[in-house]
Nanobody
């Protein structure tokens, strides 16, 4: 069983950067795709980005493309989400989740399980 814990959230101003981390424990997650999702107040959870188990394939929501970068360090059992040029509309609770194993194409919510508890990102204007 893999447990995921997010960290790195905080309060920043528009235009600032943050790096979120998703650390895994329990077992190695090197064979799993990993995704980031977010849920803003009063809105549905939405896909942000995902990375394949090999690290070769990455996918992004149109709203963050060009500003966010997902990466992984399997030696540290950690996935990162570098967020640049943050906007107030990026304000949300950010969650990481375990995707499919040995798959490479996880980006639909149905592809993910074992969600973390989330980390709050607040961007002020």
């Amino acid at each position: 069983q893999v447990q995921l814990v997010e960290s790195g959230g905080g309060l920043v101003q528009a235009g600032d950067s943050l790096r979120l981390s998703c650390a895994a424990s329990g077992r190695s997650f090197s064979s799993f795709d990993i995704g980031w999702f977010r849920r803003a107040p009063g809105k549905e959870r939405e896909f942000v980005a995902s990375i394949s188990w090999t690290g070769v394939n990455t996918y992004y929501a149109d709203s963050v493309k060009g500003r966010f970068t997902i990466s992984r360090d399997n030696a540290k059992n950690t996935v990162y989400l570098q967020m640049n040029s943050l906007k107030p509309e990026d304000t949300a609770v950010y969650f990481c989740a375990l995707g499919r194993e040995y798959y490479s194409y996880s980006y639909y919510p149905r592809d993910f399980a074992s969600w973390g508890q989330g980390t709050q990102v607040t961007v002020s204007s």
